[in-house]
């Protein structure tokens, strides 16, 4: 097990069949932390509210979750979207797990993180439900297709992750402009506020890179892309990705160390 200071996830879709829980469970299993951070749709209500659907793996994750809050790891939840209903309880704890709306996250190296779900910079979440619903039921039906056209990439002896929900996104020019649009908002904000990065999910885009200044991190997800954010010791952020062998493995470079850190 890998000592670390913190753990990101977003986006995990619990009560979701698309959710990846096993390989989430795996996943946690090689690290010991200081902080966990849960940032937003850790539990799918609008996809429960549709049928119910919470196999023993999901049961399991949230027990792994309240564990790990009971011995000495700080969990702390900021609901999003999905699991808004949760967002009546923030500044309350349940089980040793604290909600906030949003929390501000000082690393190692003294960088001063805003952690925040992001659907308020979605226009479409946050004027239109219905169209935002409409699109979660059709990026479910890509991601289970993906995991078919996956099952023929391992036949095939393909090597490497490939995502169809991800390749829409990045090559569809309408999506291509939301997700753009969607960084641009956030890091606009975080440097009004003045923070030195943001650390967010919601899009299931995973990224760590500078943005006008700022460092902007997305969690990823895991129904697709089944991504992470590690705060090593030392502060400095890596985005990693749980394969399907079940190894955590480098995505993108890790930032470099702040000058005085």
């Known amino acids: 097990m890998k000592r670390i200071r913190a753990l990101f996830i977003s986006d995990v879709h619990l009560g979701s069949r698309a959710c990846q829980a096993e390989r989430l469970l795996d996943f946690l299993k090689q690290y010991e932390s200081e902080y966990l951070f849960l940032v937003g ?44 209903a949760l967002r009546e309880y923030v500044d309350a704890s349940f089980g040793d797990v604290r909600l906030v709306r949003e929390y501000e996250h000082t690393a190692a190296d003294g960088r001063r993180y805003i952690l925040l779900h992001g659907d308020a910079y979605d226009q479409v979440t946050h004027y239109h439900r219905w169209l935002s619903v409409l699109g979660d039921v059709s990026y479910t039906i890509l991601v289970h297709i993906n995991r078919w056209l996956s099952w023929w990439r391992r036949k095939l002896g393909v090597a490497g992750h490939w995502s169809l ?18 960084e641009r908002a956030v890091v606009r904000d975080v440097r009004e506020r003045g923070f030195d990065g943001v650390i967010c999910g919601h899009i299931h885009t995973p990224a760590l890179r500078q943005v006008d200044g700022i460092t902007y991190i997305n ?35 890790r930032l470099p160390k702040a000058a005085n850190g």
């Open 219 to 253: 969690c990823g997800d895991w129904v697709d892309n089944c991504t992470a954010i590690v705060e090593h010791l030392d502060g400095r952020m890596e985005l990693v990705r749980a394969t399907p062998a079940l190894e955590a493995v480098r995505l993108e470079e």
């Open 41 to 84: 749709d850790i539990i799918d209500l609008w996809a429960m509210s549709r049928s119910v659907y919470w196999p023993a793996a999901h049961n399991t994750v949230v027990q792994k979750v309240l564990r790990k809050a009971r011995h000495d790891t700080k969990v702390i939840f900021v609901p999003g979207n999905h699991d808004e």
């Open 165 to 182: 929900a991800d390749y829409a996104k990045r090559n569809v020019l309408k999506a291509v402009a939301f997700v753009s649009d969607f």
